[in-house]
C-alpha cells in the first residue's frame, strides 16, 4: 500500500499547484486590492503604501508573487492578514476548532441516523414507515439548508427555546465550566440540526437505494437460501452497501471546514465561514488564500483516506490497487 499511498502524494501536487495557481490568478485579475481601500485614508502617505507593497512583495510580477507565497505556504507560513493585522495560520487556527464542532456534530447526526433509517426502510419496502422515511428525505432534500436555518432561527426568536445567532452568550465569561458547555450545546443545535437534517435526507435515501440494490442480488438469494440469520444477513448487505459511502466520506473530510460557512453566516457562527466572507469582501488576498490552501489539502486527504478505506473494505479494490502496483 505503501506503492499506492506515494503515488496519490506526488499526483496531489500538481492538483495543489493548480488550484492555488488559479486561486492567485483570480483574485489578482480581480479590480482593485485591500491597498486600495488604505489610499482613501487621507492619514496613511503614498510613500507608506509603497512600502507595504515592497514589503510583501506586491510589486513584484504576478508569478513571483505567486512563487514566493508557494514558497512560505509549504512551510504552512500562510502571510499576514491586512485586515485583522495578524498572522493568517493564527487566525484560521483560531477559527477552525469552532467549524469544527459546527461540522462534525453535524455529520455524526446525519450519518450515525441515515444508516439505521436507510437499511431498515430498504428491509420493510412498501411498508408505512418506508413511505415515511421516503417522504423525509425528499421533503428535507427539496428544503434549502439557508431556508431552514432561517425557518429554525424565526422559531427560536418567537418560542425563546433556544439562543438565536452566536456562539455564546452575552454573560458567558461569568458562567462556571458545566454552564459554559451547556450554553455553546444550546447555540450549536439551530446550525448543527440545519446542517444535519438536509444531510441526513439525502444520506438517508442513498442508503435505502443501496440497501435495495443488493437485496436484489444473487449473494443474498444465496445467503437466504442457507438459512443464516436476521442479524449476518444485514452484516453482508451493509458491508456490500458501503463502498459508496465510503467514497463519500473523503468529500465529508474536505467539507469539514468549508460545508457549514453559508449557515455559519446566516447564524452569525464565529467559525471558518464568516472569516473567509470577511477576506473576500475585503480582498484580504493571504487571507483568502490561507483559506483555499487549507481546504484543498483537506480535500486530497479525505480523498486518499477514502481510497485506503474502500481497498480495506473492499476485496476487488485490494486486487486491482495489486495488480496495478504490483504489491
Same mark, same amino acid.
Given at each position: 500500500m505503501f506503492k499506492f499511498i506515494l503515488f496519490r502524494v506526488l499526483q496531489a501536487i500538481p492538483t495543489l499547484l493548480g488550484v492555488t495557481f488559479l486561486s492567485f490568478l483570480i483574485i489578482k485579475l480581480a479590480p482593485g486590492d485591500y491597498l486600495d481601500q488604505l489610499r482613501l485614508n487621507p492619514q496613511i502617505s503614498p510613500e !507608506?503604501?509603497?512600502?507595504?507593497?515592497?514589503?510583501y512583495g506586491l510589486d513584484k510580477p504576478l508569478l513571483v508573487q505567486y512563487f514566493l507565497w508557494l514558497k512560505n505556504a509549504l512551510f504552512f507560513d500562510l502571510g499576514y492578514s491586512f485586515q485583522y493585522h495578524a498572522p493568517v495560520a493564527e487566525l484560521i487556527l483560531e477559527r477552525i476548532p469552532n467549524t469544527l464542532l459546527l461540522s462534525v456534530s453535524s455529520a455524526l447526526f446525519a450519518w450515525l441516523l441515515s444508516i $439505521? +433509517?436507510? !437499511?431498515? =426502510?430498504? /428491509?420493510?419496502?412498501? &411498508?408505512? /414507515?418506508?413511505? /415515511?422515511?421516503?417522504? /423525509?428525505s425528499y421533503t428535507f432534500m427539496s428544503v434549502p439548508s439557508f431556508f431552514l =436555518?432561517? +425557518?429554525?432561527?424565526?422559531? =427560536?426568536?418567537? !418560542?425563546?427555546?433556544?439562543?438565536?445567532?452566536?456562539?455564546? &452568550? $452575552?454573560?458567558f465569561e461569568q458562567l462556571s465550566i458545566p454552564e459554559k458547555v451547556l450554553d455553546i450545546l444550546k447555540h450549536l443545535i439551530i446550525p448543527s440540526l440545519?446542517?444535519?437534517?438536509?444531510? +441526513? =435526507?439525502?444520506? !438517508? *435515501? +442513498?442508503? *435505502?437505494?443501496s440497501v435495495l440494490e443488493i437485496l436484489s442480488s444473487p449473494m443474498v438469494t444465496m445467503l437466504k437460501a442457507k438459512g443464516v440469520g436476521t442479524f449476518t444477513l444485514v452484516r453482508h448487505v451493509l458491508k456490500n452497501a458501503m463502498n459508496p459511502f465510503t467514497t463519500l466520506l473523503g468529500y465529508e473530510i474536505a467539507s469539514l471546514i468549508s460545508g457549514a460557512a453559508l449557515i455559519?453566516?446566516?447564524?452569525?457562527?464565529p467559525g471558518m465561514g464568516m472569516l473567509m466572507l470577511n477576506a473576500v469582501l475585503s480582498q484580504d488576498l493571504f487571507l483568502v488564500m490561507g483559506g483555499l490552501y487549507i481546504g484543498t489539502i483537506m480535500l486530497l486527504v479525505g480523498n486518499l483516506i477514502a481510497d485506503l478505506l474502500l481497498a480495506y473494505i473492499d476485496p476487488r479494490v485490494r486486487k486491482r490497487l495489486s495488480g496495478e502496483f504490483k504489491l
Open positions: !507608506t503604501i509603497e512600502r507595504l507593497k515592497h514589503l $439505521p +433509517l436507510g !437499511t431498515l =426502510a430498504a /428491509f420493510k419496502e412498501n &411498508s408505512l /414507515f418506508d413511505r /415515511f422515511v421516503v417522504g /423525509f =436555518a432561517f +425557518l429554525l432561527l424565526f422559531f =427560536a426568536s418567537k !418560542t425563546g427555546i433556544l439562543p438565536v445567532g452566536g456562539m455564546q &452568550s $452575552p454573560n440545519t446542517l444535519g437534517l438536509v444531510s +441526513l =435526507a439525502s444520506l !438517508t *435515501r +442513498l442508503v *435505502r437505494s455559519e453566516i446566516i447564524v452569525g457562527w
